[in-house]
């Protein structure tokens, strides 16, 4: 069953008591930052059961074998009944060699971004899995809720925690083209969602509301991946559209165009409701915890919600 040809595979919504599994299919963290993260999951009342060994070799924790190995522990293991990844940086991309689709169990909620995204596209299109892009234990957990680098708490319990339909999500953006549209809600990390252009697992973004966010990138280097995804027709059959804040992503030259302003001129033409600056993935304000793969009802007037019109996790 995949995202695009079958109904979502939908898990099991976590609660207070509920046990995770922590993985690593990228890049290390820094001790602290991990036992910051893991207090905090613990404060919310989880358990945390299964903690991925992780010895860095280079930019990775740990070796391909090595970080494939501890995420197919975790999703098949009965003791876990949610993954959150431990942090971003690179490397997810090496467990889509592994075929996943042929060893996984029934689907659990998979908690990450940035990097993660690799991995939870695959998710959507071979095993048309709805994962959550919200804050991992090394990034967002470890500052803790509602601060500067944290996380919405509401938000993150909401996503994985609530069975009925209904809820919305202030997006606490602007409106860069007002109006309303349904879809189903996708994306995440636009660079990484660019690199599955061409791969057997490339999003299938037709009828979405697409998620795309990044940091550190120049003005001309957003410019230069939507035009990517543009001519590739990624926007084709979009409905709408949510865009980060693009942290760290400053004209290199006084008055050079900025990020808002390269997304206005080419995405404005598409004719779809467009909201600017949500705190979702990469950002310094309070990150809020997305649902992907379930269908939703985008307003991008005022700051912008998102109304889930299924919810994103099963009894």
Request: proline share 6%; hydrophobic share 40%.
């Amino acid at each position: 069953m995949t995202g695009r040809n079958g109904t979502p595979r939908k898990p099991k919504a976590l609660a207070s008591g509920s046990r995770l599994g922590v993985f690593a299919p990228a890049s290390p963290a820094p001790a602290v930052d991990m036992i910051a993260g893991l207090t905090e999951l613990k404060r919310l009342g989880f358990q945390v059961v299964a903690n991925q060994d992780t010895k860095a070799e280079g930019y990775f924790a740990g070796s391909s074998l090595e970080r494939v190995g501890g995420f197919q522990s975790a999703v098949n293991s009965d003791q876990v009944e949610g993954l959150i990844a431990l942090r971003g940086g690179y490397g997810s991309n090496y467990l889509l060699d592994y075929k996943l689709e042929k060893s996984l169990a029934s689907p659990k909620c998979l908690i990450g971004f940035s990097d993660i995204t690799s991995l939870q596209i695959y998710l959507w299109q071979k095993c048309g899995w709805v994962t959550f892009y919200g804050p991992m234990v090394a990034a967002g957990l470890n500052s803790g809720p509602g601060v500067t680098k944290g996380y919405d708490e509401n938000a993150f319990l909401q996503a994985v925690g609530r069975k009925e339909a209904g809820w919305k999500l202030r997006l606490r953006g602007g409106p860069m083209l007002t109006g309303k549209a349904t879809g189903r809600v996708l994306g995440g990390c636009m660079t990484l969602l660019e690199a599955t252009i061409g791969t057997p697992w490339e999003l299938d973004t037709r009828d979405s509301i697409l998620i795309l966010e990044d940091r550190a990138m120049k003005p001309y280097q957003v410019d230069r991946v939507l035009m990517h995804l543009k001519q590739c027709g990624k926007f084709e059959g979009v409905r709408g559209i949510v865009l980060g804040d693009f942290p760290e992503s400053e004209p290199a030259v006084a008055g050079a165009p900025t990020v808002r302003e390269v997304c206005a001129r080419i995405l404005r033409l598409l004719g779809v409701p467009l909201i600017f600056g949500a705190p979702v993935g990469h950002t310094t304000r309070p990150m809020l915890t997305i649902p992907l793969g379930i269908t939703a009802r985008l307003d991008a007037d005022d700051e912008g919600t998102l109304e889930f019109l299924e919810p994103a996790v099963v009894a």
